[in-house]
């Protein structure tokens, strides 16, 4: 941080110069950009190392890491570009194909391909998987300060990579091994948070409306987002009918209609543009895109110069959008979970908390959550009201509105909260160098070291940690709290040490049975196929594996015949194994934990010494 005064605003002309701390210039080569990746390579550093173990045993903490490599690996042994199935889940179903997009897969698949010839297939996957996480977290970085730096307070740019890796929901998806899609999305966010803060232009709203394309194309999770700045875009067209308000509405939306269609394209193939997902882009959204942007041009073609007029017409826009969207798959408007079985939802998506509103949480996790976005919060709200300038008003603005919708998403499903957290960085960045700069106004040097250490208390992880430790002095059941929240380890999960994987893999290829959670870690690390894995696409082989362990006892066997299992696996100490067993005494995960297995099944000596249990099916007989 630095007591330098505010700089001037301004737009993307002159380079600013770096700023001053106690009369000592950092110079001109310090840039925003670069000390962006100096912060983020130095964080990267300590985070590589610390998880140096886990990176060398490939201790996948996310089942989604799991399939994502699996993906990948599919790939590059010559499965199709556009054919998305995981052929090796519910394989007497003919698979599932996946709702996940090839633009998080290429670069996976690209550094592995580069690397093999170098150090081997495996020694490959580990390299990219350790490093392109934290590679994409610098360009995120990078983006949150360029895309921050037209702000009022110049040295917001300089300081909030600092207010970034102090940020914990969102660095946890940049760490070494996380693989899966989220750092996408919130980078992509970001880009469009960048374009959003420009001046109005054409090609601002054009370059916005790719990145929500591609936000949409990675996860439709994206879509309130993408939404989100939609309406952000018109409001400002719709209050003041300024002619570069317009432009920019119109190259936003007709670059998210027209850039969907071409992403689903690429990444899908002819197939995907008529398929009806209700779970990842398709022909329902992109039909609503096409309608709320033909909506968007006649509205601007229009022109009209009263207000009410301009409001009147884009809500006609809107509306036309959600039509089109019910009328091409009516399902839609009922979410991608809601044609889920009951006994899926209870036993599994009611567990996945990062889908599940801030309710569900712990409260002490709720903490964590409240404390960054309430404080950004703050500080957007008092850089707009102290702006002079009619530009940083209106960026301020754009700032908070961004803010309050993501954390109203994230009260209602708990992955947006790296969104929303994203969005507070810059009101928490100017709260810190306002505070910094009264602490060394103080003379006295106590308490001016003092008011000085109290100024970090802005950064996002240090005040949540002094809010919710107070509160845990005042209120000691949340301490009782976050002690039950820790996590299980992932072996604790899997009990697969090498050597377990190692016999595991060494059994003929057959179909296993496992508790959903266990699915996708076996795919990564064995040969095997599985009836079912967390992929909600696969929900009839979802509903008859939870059937199996928690179910009518009597029905297990012809539910596992009827998915042509011939192992079933579980690992004794994992969460879902422990929910299983506490559903139904006399169900068959009770029996198994017991050792009293029915006669259908017998013990295989395999994994005992960590946990695993390992069941063969018998054959039927005739």
């Given at each position: 941080?630095?007591?330098?005064?505010?700089?001037?605003?301004?737009g993307?002309?002159?380079?600013?110069?770096?700023?001053?701390?106690?009369?000592?210039?950092?110079?001109?080569?310090?840039?925003?950009?670069?000390?962006?990746?100096?912060?983020?390579?130095?964080?990267?550093?300590?985070?590589?190392?610390?998880?140096?173990?886990?990176?060398?045993?490939?201790?996948?903490?996310?089942?989604?890491?799991?399939?994502?490599?699996?993906?990948?690996?599919?790939?590059?042994?010559?499965?199709?570009?556009?054919?998305?199935?995981?052929?090796?889940?519910?394989p007497?179903?003919?698979?599932?194909?996946?709702?996940?997009?090839?633009?998080?897969?290429?670069?996976?698949?690209?550094g592995?391909?580069?690397?093999?010839?170098?150090?081997?297939?495996?020694?490959?996957?580990?390299?990219?998987?350790?490093?392109?996480?934290?590679?994409?977290?610098?360009?995120?970085?990078?983006?949150?300060?360029?895309?921050?730096?037209?702000?009022?307070?110049?040295?917001?740019?300089?300081?909030?990579?600092?207010?970034?890796?102090?940020?914990?929901?969102?660095?946890?998806?940049?760490?070494?091994?996380r693989v899966?899609?989220?750092?996408?999305?919130?980078?992509?966010?970001?880009?469009?948070?960048?374009?959003?803060?420009?001046?109005?232009?054409?090609?601002?709203?054009?370059?916005?409306?790719?990145?929500?394309?591609?936000?949409?194309?990675?996860?439709?999770?994206?879509?309130?987002?993408?939404a989100?700045?939609?309406?952000?875009?018109?409001?400002?067209?719709?209050?003041?009918?300024?002619?570069?308000?317009?432009?920019?509405?119109?190259?936003?939306?007709?670059?998210?209609?027209?850039?969907?269609?071409?992403?689903?394209?690429?990444?899908?193939?002819?197939?995907?543009?008529?398929?009806?997902?209700c779970?990842?882009?398709?022909?329902?959204?992109?039909?609503?895109?096409?309608?709320?942007?033909?909506?968007?041009?006649?509205?601007?073609?229009?022109?009209?110069?009263?207000?009410w007029?301009?409001?009147l017409?884009?809500?006609?826009?809107?509306?036309?959008?959600?039509?089109?969207?019910?009328?091409?798959?009516?399902?839609?408007?009922?979410?991608?979970?809601?044609?889920?079985?009951?006994?899926?939802?209870?036993?599994?998506?009611?567990?996945?908390?990062?889908?599940?509103?801030?309710?569900?949480?712990?409260?002490?996790?709720?903490?964590?959550?409240?404390?960054?976005?309430?404080?950004?919060?703050?500080?957007?709200?008092?850089?707009?009201?102290?702006?002079?300038?009619?530009?940083?008003?209106?960026a301020?603005?754009?700032?908070?509105?961004?803010?309050?919708?993501?954390?109203?998403?994230?009260?209602?499903?708990?992955?947006?909260?790296?969104?929303?957290?994203?969005?507070?960085?810059?009101?928490?960045?100017?709260?810190?160098?306002?505070?910094?700069?009264?602490?060394?106004?103080?003379?006295?040097?106590?308490?001016?070291?003092?008011?000085?250490?109290?100024?970090?208390?802005?950064?996002p992880?240090?005040?949540?940690?002094?809010?919710?430790?107070?509160?845990?002095?005042?209120?000691?059941?949340?301490?009782?709290?976050?002690?039950?929240?820790?996590?299980?380890?992932?072996?604790?999960?899997?009990?697969?040490?090498?050597?377990?994987?190692?016999?595991?893999?060494?059994?003929?290829?057959?179909?296993?049975?496992?508790?959903?959670?266990l699915?996708?870690?076996?795919?990564?690390?064995?040969?095997?196929?599985?009836?079912?894995?967390?992929?909600?696409?696969?929900?009839?082989?979802?509903?008859?594996?939870?059937?199996?362990?928690?179910?009518?006892?009597?029905?297990?066997?012809?539910?596992v015949?009827k998915?042509?299992?011939?192992?079933?696996?579980?690992?004794?100490?994992?969460?879902?194994?422990?929910?299983?067993?506490?559903?139904?005494?006399?169900?068959?995960?009770?029996?198994?934990?017991?050792?009293?297995?029915?006669?259908?099944?017998?013990?295989?000596?395999?994994?005992?010494?960590?946990?695993?249990?390992?069941?063969?099916?018998?054959?039927?007989?005739?």
């Amino acid at each position: 941080m630095t007591d330098a005064p505010a700089l001037p605003a301004g737009g993307e002309g002159a380079p600013v110069p770096a700023p001053a701390s106690n009369g000592i210039a950092l110079g001109p080569w310090f840039t925003p950009a670069r000390i962006a990746l100096i912060v983020w390579a130095a964080m990267s550093l300590i985070a590589i190392v610390a998880q140096w173990q886990a990176i060398g045993a490939l201790d996948l903490s996310d089942t989604d890491d799991a399939m994502r490599m699996a993906q990948v690996r599919d790939l590059l042994a010559g499965q199709s570009w556009w054919d998305l199935s995981q052929y090796r889940v519910n394989p007497s179903g003919g698979g599932v194909l996946m709702h996940w997009s090839r633009i998080v897969d290429a670069p996976l698949a690209a550094g592995i391909l580069l690397l093999k010839p170098l150090f081997g297939q495996a020694m490959a996957e580990r390299i990219v998987m350790a490093l392109w996480p934290p590679m994409l977290g610098a360009a995120l970085s990078v983006a949150c300060a360029l895309g921050y730096r037209n702000l009022s307070d110049r040295r917001i740019a300089y300081v909030v990579p600092l207010f970034l890796i102090m940020s914990g929901f969102i660095v946890m998806q940049f760490r070494p091994l996380r693989v899966d899609h989220h750092g996408w999305q919130i980078l992509l966010a970001m880009l469009i948070m960048g374009q959003a803060l420009r001046p109005a232009t054409w090609q601002a709203g054009l370059l916005g409306g790719l990145c929500a394309a591609a936000l949409l194309a990675v996860s439709i999770e994206g879509l309130p987002i993408v939404a989100l700045f939609a309406g952000l875009a018109a409001l400002r067209w719709a209050l003041h009918g300024r002619c570069e308000d317009r432009r920019r509405l119109c190259g936003y939306m007709g670059a998210l209609a027209g850039g969907a269609i071409l992403f689903q394209f690429l990444t899908r193939g002819p197939a995907g543009l008529a398929g009806t997902w209700c779970d990842s882009l398709s022909a329902p959204y992109m039909t609503a895109f096409v309608a709320a942007t033909a909506g968007t041009f006649a509205a601007a073609r229009a022109n009209p110069g009263l207000q009410w007029v301009r409001f009147l017409l884009l809500a006609a826009a809107a509306g036309l959008a959600a039509g089109a969207l019910v009328w091409t798959e009516p399902q839609c408007a009922n979410g991608p979970f809601a044609s889920l079985d009951p006994i899926v939802v209870e036993y599994w998506y009611r567990n996945i908390l990062e889908g599940q509103p801030l309710w569900a949480s712990r409260p002490y996790d709720a903490i964590y959550v409240l404390v960054p976005s309430l404080a950004g919060l703050v500080g957007s709200l008092l850089a707009w009201r102290g702006s002079i300038a009619a530009a940083d008003r209106k960026a301020w603005a754009t700032v908070t509105i961004a803010l309050l919708g993501a954390a109203a998403l994230s009260l209602l499903v708990l992955r947006s909260v790296s969104t929303a957290h994203l969005f507070a960085l810059p009101g928490c960045a100017w709260l810190g160098l306002r505070a910094w700069a009264w602490a060394r106004t103080i003379a006295s040097t106590g308490p001016r070291i003092l008011a000085s250490a109290m100024a970090a208390l802005t950064l996002p992880l240090l005040g949540s940690i002094a809010v919710a430790v107070p509160l845990g002095w005042v209120f000691p059941a949340l301490n009782a709290d976050e002690e039950e929240s820790a996590v299980a380890t992932p072996f604790e999960q899997t009990c697969l040490d090498p050597a377990t994987i190692a016999a595991l893999d060494r059994l003929p290829p057959t179909t296993i049975l496992t508790p959903i959670d266990l699915g996708a870690p076996v795919i990564f690390w064995t040969h095997h196929s599985l009836v079912a894995t967390g992929h909600h696409r696969n929900k009839e082989a979802m509903a008859d594996t939870i059937r199996v362990f928690v179910g009518d006892p009597g029905q297990a066997e012809a539910l596992v015949r009827k998915q042509k299992a011939t192992l079933i696996i579980f690992c004794r100490t994992a969460n879902d194994l422990v929910q299983y067993r506490a559903a139904r005494k006399d169900a068959l995960a009770a029996q198994l934990y017991a050792g009293k297995a029915p006669v259908w099944l017998e013990p295989l000596a395999v994994g005992k010494q960590t946990g695993l249990s390992v069941w063969r099916v018998k054959p039927a007989a005739r």
